[in-house]
């Protein structure tokens, strides 16, 4: 008696192609979880945040640099202790204010600019339809969805293939938008204006951003003059603190930016630094002027 199993007659046409089915998504399976495994982690956008990184970024750099160099120039200029501490915190108060009060009124501005955009939009678009549909067609190609090509004998096989999906795109978006106002609208706001509804900027929270980090931008300069009996020794401090503070910023920038972290401290830092030894050297100018 033959006890070996002949498996492969055993199994019927649909188990074998069943089988191999399963091998070849198996197959499949692993290379892509051996290519996920050779990528770098996924890294997510700033879309909460990002239109107000401006602020932020402004509000707390204004705040550092503009606070030590009015502190540099009145040391320099020969101003006791009290009344350089007294100078750095009105500046911090004004200076806030009025970062508050511009980007306020700015932002505002802006937003009213482009709601009247979009109405005069939303009129072309009722009135003048045929028009916006040729600069729709302009704006898909500016998007990477070019216009097909004329001249098919020109092109080789994959060149007309790619051609004719093209074209059968185009005339899919250029047929639903055609039949959707509201839509349209949405896409040619998002396209020429480059405004989506989640990243409109509020004023309110653009002006607050800034005031809230003007202040603690001011901190590092200020500060010190409050705990020190020379203005020298408080001065050394301010640029101490408002250099490592500099260097922060630029760090934060560049983790959000994805850039190089020691070329944004470094840039912030001579800026501050160079910017702070103008100032003092026109208190020292000024105080031999007046003093003479």
């Not at 982690?41 to 009015?70: C, P």
């Not at 408002?242 to 001579?270: H, Q, S």
Request: with cysteine.
């Amino acid at each position: 008696m033959n006890s070996s199993i002949d498996i492969e007659g055993a199994l019927s046409p649909q188990s074998i192609s069943s089988i191999d089915s399963l091998a070849e998504g198996n197959q499949i399976r692993n290379e892509y979880e051996k290519e996920e495994q050779q990528h770098p982690a996924h890294q997510e956008h700033l879309i909460k945040s990002r239109q107000y990184y401006r602020d932020m970024i402004l509000g707390v750099n204004d705040g550092l640099v503009s606070t030590f160099l009015l502190v540099a120039g009145v040391v320099g200029g020969g101003m006791n202790v009290s009344s350089t501490l007294l100078t750095a915190i009105s500046g911090a108060i004004a200076g806030s204010i009025s970062m508050f009060a511009g980007e306020y009124i700015a932002t505002k501005s802006q937003n009213e600019v482009l709601e009247g955009e979009i109405k005069l939009e939303h009129e072309h678009i009722k009135r003048y339809h045929a028009e916006e549909m040729e600069e729709l067609a302009r704006l898909l190609t500016l998007i990477g969805i070019p216009k097909s090509h004329e001249h098919l004998c020109d092109l080789d096989t994959n060149e007309i293939e790619h051609n004719t999906k093209t074209r059968k795109l185009r005339r899919r978006i250029t047929q639903y938008y055609a039949s959707n106002p509201d839509s349209l609208l949405k896409l040619m706001i998002a396209l020429e204006f480059g405004v989506i509804d989640d990243e409109v900027r509020r004023p309110v929270v653009a002006g607050s951003t800034s005031f809230i980090l003007f202040i603690l931008g001011a901190l590092p300069s200020a500060l010190p003059f409050a705990f020190v009996d020379s203005t020298t020794t408080g001065l050394i401090i301010s640029a101490v603190l408002c250099g490592v503070c500099l260097f922060v910023v630029g760090a934060i920038k560049t983790w959000a930016t994805r850039g190089n972290c020691w070329c944004a401290a470094i840039e912030n830092l001579l800026i501050t630094a160079m910017g702070g030894g103008i100032s003092y050297s026109i208190g020292l100018g000024f105080d031999k002027l007046v003093g003479e």
